[in-house]
């Protein structure tokens, strides 16, 4: 047993540093924290002194039990988590849990994995600094308790199997309270005025008039006085211009670049920067900090002076402005700067080139620019017209990267060619575009990281699960409307002739935005109305602030906590017991036929209508809203509209049509089968002829392609893409099949691969007992026996496992069958009103 253990969080990270260590050394996993808050009890004494219950969860038993047997047989145990509170809590975890000796107890940091910045960690460790142990401990109690006793409320109040969270739950509120400046927003018009002029050479050029026409009229009056006038440069200016680049990402800022430029979630952009550090390609990926090392400084200069030049050289330290920033760490860099590139899997090193640019570029000289502005005058009015340009004398960090933008709006300045004062000009064309006032743009994953890093909400490494936690939770989702068609007038003077066009533009669309659902309104509404305090930001924001302050040692966590608690607990208590029932309900009108209410509200199955009242002597009428339709926005047209459904449209082949709206859409039924209509189509302009013509393009799709052991072989595509269907296994088809052309060969191929593939997942199989154990996803296992399913940890080696062991572990997942319930003697009734019942009761609890 060598002498020394190292303890880290993940095996891809311990795999990483085991090659920077010697024989004495052996470095192990704890696969993150190995202790927690239970699961199924708030876990911590809000009545005595906010101490948390941490218990070993029944998945890391296992890996307690090694990692106590290898640190009784080693000398010294290094705890090697990541620099930061929830890496210091893992340590202190690990340090209690396997009840290890203080004295031969070590815990190192180190912000890259190299063997450099390993063997100096090595050479120089440190305490478990428990004032960071304190701040985690703060953060996770804190939301545990908002989390535990707000969802509860939510159960009573809104509707079951819903939850709270503090800055899940702002989060949301931002998101909405966004929702609503769109929806009430009403667009005003105005004619903005674009030319194209040529000079005495030939070359053309764009200018625009600086303001806009707040009417039709006005903009074709101002067209007509430019039809006989003559055009000459009024005034040029050229100026000097410099351009610095970005400082190096923080956590934040590569989130919103990775979506920005590659269309990367948060969560995913997350997901392979953890990949990256683990293989030692970049510093740690969860900071704050836009500094870099003078040794990481160093190095990029040599590379660029190498690269591209003296000249392109230019050592920068930048200040960081995030509110609150954590630990001292390093910006997120490459950990070599002569590695340009890497050879890994296509989303790391789309995203290591990322990385690579931003930090190299954040140590490159200004971009040196020439910026000219002409105006232009008109012989006939008094109006001028302008024209900017921008030249790149000197590229400077152009060369590498340019940093993106979220404004949608942003035009690029070009060239313009050279030109003199007085300079007669040549106008090719001028027009008047009929332009509305934009909305306020809905969040994307980006835009909101950005949002609550600026109102301190949150730290870099609560981003990504929160943004994932509200979409799972069904609060919000990803946008998939195309936009709608809107009409826009267009003016055009042209050789002195003036014309009026009408163009349509798509707008509105809100394609991978971020859109509440009606739940998500309700439950913010809820929330805001009667635990405002939690969702405001300021407070929000302050709660972190406190978080640094006892990560600084400044404050005591548990002070904090009591003095949280106290003020937020009673609010809760009174909420459940007196706060009114939450629907989302909005009263659209009422019913001609019947003269009876009509509402819209959240019912047990999701938004619906509402034809009349509990209190009416028949029942209400119900119907389920379309998924792209919301209880905030939908008219009471499209209200009754819905009742119009399932609309019957006749027989096809001795079969009956009808459309309808479903849970993912609408759709046109044709016996049993479902055949989905296009994005956008209202169902009751579907008819007879376009059901039919959707009916034969499935049932053509649903045809047999190939015949593969006297089994028909059919394709079809699917939420992950294309894929061929045989004997009710599904397999997907990669880009180098040319989907549309399918060979039988292919065909073959896809099939034998898929079912040989199937069988060497399989590493045992008793049959007679209906017991396999198969792989499983991330090196994991899974023992599966009928519909129930094993998930086992990492650690377990299945190697060698046998029939009983495999039996025990069906044993605890299998349901338990419950006794049979005793029948209960007839109970008397009890005599006297409820009133009196009540009264009763009230005095027995005095």
């Known amino acids: 047993m060598p002498k020394n253990l190292v303890i880290v969080e993940s095996p891809a990270k311990a795999k990483t540093i085991e090659k920077f260590l010697g024989k004495d050394f052996k470095v192990e996993s704890s696969f993150g924290h190995i202790s927690d808050l239970p699961s199924k009890e708030l876990g911590v004494d809000v009545e005595g002194d906010f101490k ?18 290898l640190a009784k047989k080693a000398d010294i145990v290094w705890l090697a988590s990541d620099e930061d509170r929830e890496g210091e809590a893992i340590a202190w975890h690990l340090a209690e849990t396997l009840g290890l000796d203080k004295a031969k107890t070590k815990r190192i940091v180190f912000h890259e994995i190299t063997k450099s910045a390993i063997q100096k960690a090595i050479e120089n460790p440190r305490d478990i600094d428990y004032d960071l142990v304190d701040a985690q401990q703060a953060r996770r109690v804190l939301d545990r308790i908002v989390g535990y006793e707000l969802s509860p409320v939510l159960w009573r109040k809104v509707k079951g199997g819903l ?5 899940q739950s702002v989060s949301v509120r931002l998101i909405v309270e966004r929702e609503r400046e769109i929806i009430g927003f009403a667009p005003e018009a105005s004619y903005r005025i674009d030319a194209e002029f040529s000079n005495e050479d030939g070359q053309t050029f764009k200018a625009k008039l600086p303001k806009n026409f707040s009417t039709k009229e006005k903009a074709y009056k101002f067209l007509e006085s430019n039809a006989n006038a003559g055009f000459k440069v009024a005034d040029l200016q050229k100026k000097p211009a410099k351009k610095s680049p970005a400082a190096p990402f923080t956590t934040s800022t590569l989130q919103q670049e990775a979506s ?46 190498d690269s591209y030049g003296l000249k392109f050289s230019k050592s920068r330290q930048y200040k960081g402005k995030s509110k609150g920033a954590q630990e001292a760490h390093e910006a997120i860099r490459p950990t070599d700067f002569n590695k340009h590139s890497v050879d890994i899997e296509r989303d790391q090193a789309r995203l290591y080139d ?175 109305t009667h635990f ?53 309900e909005r009263v659209l009108g009422k019913d001609p036929k019947s003269g009876k209410q009509v509402s819209v509200r959240l019912g047990k199955f999701g938004p619906m209508v509402q034809i009349g009242t509990v209190d009416d002597e028949e029942k209400p009428t119900f119907a389920s809203l379309s998924p792209d339709q919301q209880l905030a926005s939908i008219t009471y047209e499209e209200a009754m509209d819905l009742f119009q459904l399932p609309k019957s449209l006749g027989t096809y082949e001795d079969e009956p049509i009808e459309v309808n709206n479903g849970r993912f859409g609408p759709y046109v039924k044709f016996g049993k089968a479902f055949v989905s209509l296009p994005k956008g189509t209202n169902p009751l302009d579907v008819e007879m002829d376009q059901a039919i013509e959707l009916i034969k393009e499935k049932q053509k799709a649903d045809a047999p392609i190939y015949m593969y052991k006297d089994l028909p072989v059919q394709k079809g595509k699917g939420r992950f893409g294309p894929f061929i269907k045989w004997n009710n296994m599904f397999i997907n088809v990669n880009k180098k099949y040319d989907w549309d052309n399918l060979s039988d060969s292919d065909v073959v191929t896809l099939i034998e691969d898929k079912i040989q593939k199937e069988i060497d997942k399989v590493i045992h199989n008793w049959e007679d007992e209906g017991i396999r154990v198969e792989k499983a996803r991330w090196g994991r296992h899974n023992i599966i026996k009928g519909k129930i399913k094993v998930e086992l940890p990492k650690t377990v080696d299945v190697t060698d496992m046998t029939l009983e062991e495999a039996q025990k572990e069906i044993e605890k997942k299998a349901p338990k069958k419950k006794a049979a319930a005793k029948k209960k003697a007839p109970v008397k009734k009890k005599t006297g009103t409820k009133k009196a019942t009540t009264k009763k009761k009230a005095a027995t609890k005095k």
Do not use: C
Not at 52 to 69: A, E, G, H, T
Not at 266 to 295: F, P
Not at 547 to 567: L, P
Not at 569 to 581: C, G, K, L, S, W
């Open 52 to 69: 948390p219950n941490y218990q070993v969860s029944k998945d890391k038993k296992d890996i307690v039990k090694k990692l106590k047997d």
């Open 163 to 167: 939850s709270a969270g503090r800055v």
């Open 260 to 305: 920005r430029k590659l269309g990367y979630s948060v969560s995913r952009t997350m997901q392979n920067a953890q990949r990256l550090y683990e293989a030692g390609l970049i510093t740690y990926m969860r900071t704050d900090s836009v500094n870099l090392s003078d040794e990481a400084r160093k190095g990029a200069k040599a590379e660029i002076e």
């Open 354 to 528: 990322l990385i690579w640019k931003r930090a190299i570029a954040s140590q490159m000289s200004d971009a040196e620019l020439e910026r000219t502005n002409v105006k232009i005058d008109a012989s006939t009015h008094n109006e001028t017209f302008t024209a900017n340009g921008e030249v790149i004398t000197f590229e400077g960090f152009l060369k590498v990267y340019l940093e993106g933008t979220d404004d949608e709006d942003t035009e690029q300045e070009g060239m313009l060619p050279a030109m003199k004062v007085n300079e007669t000009l040549l106008n090719s064309y001028i027009t008047a575009t009929e332009r509305f006032s934009r909305a306020p743009y809905r969040f994307t994953e980006a835009s909101l990281v950005k949002q609550l890093e600026e109102l301190g909400i949150g730290r870099p490494s609560t981003y990504a699960p929160t943004i994932s936690t509200i979409q799972n939770r069904n609060y919000v989702e990803k946008g998939t409307n195309e936009g709608v068609e809107r009409e826009y007038t267009q003016l055009l003077l042209q050789q002195g002739k003036l014309t009026d066009n009408s163009l349509t533009e798509k707008v509105n669309s809100d394609k991978g935005k971020l859109v509440p659902t009606d739940i998500g309104m309700i439950v913010t509404d809820f929330l805001v």
């Open 532 to 584: 405002g305090n939690i969702l405001d930001y300021n407070f929000t924001a302050k709660v972190e602030a406190d978080f640094d302050q006892i990560a600084e040692g400044k404050e005591d966590w548990k002070k904090v906590m009591k003095e949280f608690y106290k003020g937020f607990h009673p609010v809760v208590v009174d909420v459940q017991e007196n706060a009114d029932r939450e629907s989302g």
